[in-house]
């Protein structure tokens, strides 16, 4: 499994994706309950001041993959 996020401009973007994609909706807005989660998510993502305030709302999901890897069938010698 691996974990993914996307930043958006507007907060109808990121629900729009979050819709497709599931996931956590963060905002760096004023007296918003998440943002603490999204400057975690901004500074994984290594994003500069500038970045976040052009991009303050951020969706966060795993990416499942195909399952469990199978075991290889060889042919018996």
């Avoid at 996931?23 to 309950?33: F, M, Q, T």
């Avoid at 998510?41 to 052009?54: N, P, Q």
């Amino acid at each position: 499994m691996l974990y993914a996020h996307k930043f958006f401009k507007t907060e109808k973007a990121a629900q729009d994706f979050q819709k497709k994609h599931s996931g956590a909706l963060y905002a760096d807005v004023p007296g918003s309950r998440t943002r603490e989660d999204y400057r975690v998510e901004a500074c994984m993502a290594e994003l500069s001041e500038a970045e976040r305030e052009a991009r303050p709302y951020c969706v966060a999901w795993n990416v499942v993959d195909e399952g469990p890897i199978q075991p290889d069938t060889l042919p018996e010698v």
